[in-house]
């Protein structure tokens, strides 16, 4: 019998594997999930009209995002709890990303610390730590030194999520925190007694926190989780370095436009990097966003879906399907490269 042909099997695969209330946990989404299955189905409805005879051998798909040359536009959003997929977790997934020769962007709510994480990606990993600003600015400070001293590139500012989105499977599992013996180990040490802090969510996040963000560390700071094109000309105007376009894969607030709809607008309103995620399953899917402007997309249940089937072979196969899907789709679009995509390569689906 052969191995999982696509991603979607690769979720069949993880499904039979997880228990039901962490495979729900990675699946769901928030209320009724519309934002979750639009994420996918916007991709659907986008049409792809190629060119031919253009002669291309093969398509260039290496690409730089602030600095880090990676192999191709395809790179690791940051997910939580990595441990319950599998033992390695997060190294493992490290591991992966390495062998990949792409990006990894480590959560905050890792269950592996992120100095190791750092350590099994190793130092050619181009590493970015994904940061919620909390309340106390010295915790926030610390997180942002601990990142630091990790080697991380970059800080991924996570914007959606002043509340937890109401997931409502999660619900019907009593879901409600990681079991016995996995932590979130880089709140380790930050509670009053130096245990494991637990992670807020700030309902008064705002554009002061990220300036004094801005004002402690050196690194590159990515806000994720932006969706508004006034918002990404804010965030320039803050000295942002680059955007992730979200939704947090439909999890936070539910009936949110589908990543790949808000996409355009967001590239057309500013001159920094644009990553944009939710919903990419296929090749076919990154040429889409490279069309509409995007530096490149970020991956979050795929990841999850191979770690769960088969370890870190299973992300790394789950990261060398999607490279040769992309680059199968560029030869048959008649594209030189992931730079060279243009946007009349697009047309939308009649209804
Ligand atoms: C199980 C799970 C955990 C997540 N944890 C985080 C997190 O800790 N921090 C964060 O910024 N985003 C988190 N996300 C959102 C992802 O970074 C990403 O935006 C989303 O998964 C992309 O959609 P996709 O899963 O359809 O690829 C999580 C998503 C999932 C599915
Ligand atoms: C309170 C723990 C924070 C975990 C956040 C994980 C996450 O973002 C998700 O979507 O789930």
Not at 19 to 28: H, I, N, Q, R, T
Not at 42 to 47: I, N, P, V
Not at 281 to 296: F, P, S, W
Request: proline residues 5%; aromatic residues 4%.
């Amino acid at each position: 019998m052969s191995g999982p042909l696509s991603l979607r099997e690769f979720e069949a695969l993880a499904r039979d594997r997880l228990p039901l209330s962490a495979y729900d946990y990675f699946a769901g989404g928030a209320d009724d999930e519309v934002t979750l299955r639009a994420n996918e189905s916007a991709f659907a409805r986008l049409r792809l009209l190629p060119r031919v005879l253009r002669g291309n051998a093969a398509p260039d798909l290496r690409t730089s995002l602030l600095g880090a040359d990676i192999a191709m536009p395809v790179v690791i959003a940051p997910t939580a709890f990595h441990r319950l997929a599998d033992p390695e977790g997060e190294l493992a997934t490290a591991r992966a990303a390495a062998e990949a020769d792409t990006l990894m962007i480590a959560s905050m709510a890792s269950t592996v610390a992120v100095e190791d994480i750092a350590k099994a990606g190793g130092a050619d990993l181009p590493l970015w730590f994904q940061l919620y600003i909390q309340s106390d600015s010295k915790v926030t400070e610390a997180l942002v030194r601990r990142a630091e001293d990790a080697g991380c590139r970059a800080l991924v500012v996570t914007v959606d999520s002043t509340v937890f989105g109401r997931r409502e499977r999660d619900h019907r599992h009593g879901f409600h925190d990681l079991p016995e013996g996995l932590y979130c180990e880089n709140m380790r040490g930050l509670a009053g007694d130096g245990g494991v802090r637990p992670i807020e969510m700030i309902r008064d996040l705002d554009w002061e926190h990220v300036q004094r963000l801005r004002s402690v560390t050196g690194l590159p700071i990515v806000l994720k989780g932006l969706m508004h094109p006034a918002d990404a000309v804010l965030a320039a105007a803050h000295g942002v370095s680059a955007l992730m376009v979200s939704n947090h894969g439909g999890r936070q607030l539910d009936t949110v436009v589908a990543t790949i709809d808000a996409v355009a607008d967001v590239v057309a309103a500013v001159d920094i990097p644009v990553l944009v995620d939710g919903g990419v399953r296929r090749g076919t899917d990154v040429v889409k966003a490279l069309a509409l402007g995007a530096d490149g997309v970020a991956i979050g249940r795929p990841v999850l879906w191979g770690l769960a089937a088969r370890g870190q072979t299973g992300v790394a196969q789950v990261l060398r399907m999607l490279r040769d899907e992309l680059d199968r789709a560029l030869a048959l679009c008649g594209c030189s490269s992931v730079h060279d995509i243009p946007r009349d390569l697009l047309r939308e689906a009649p209804c």
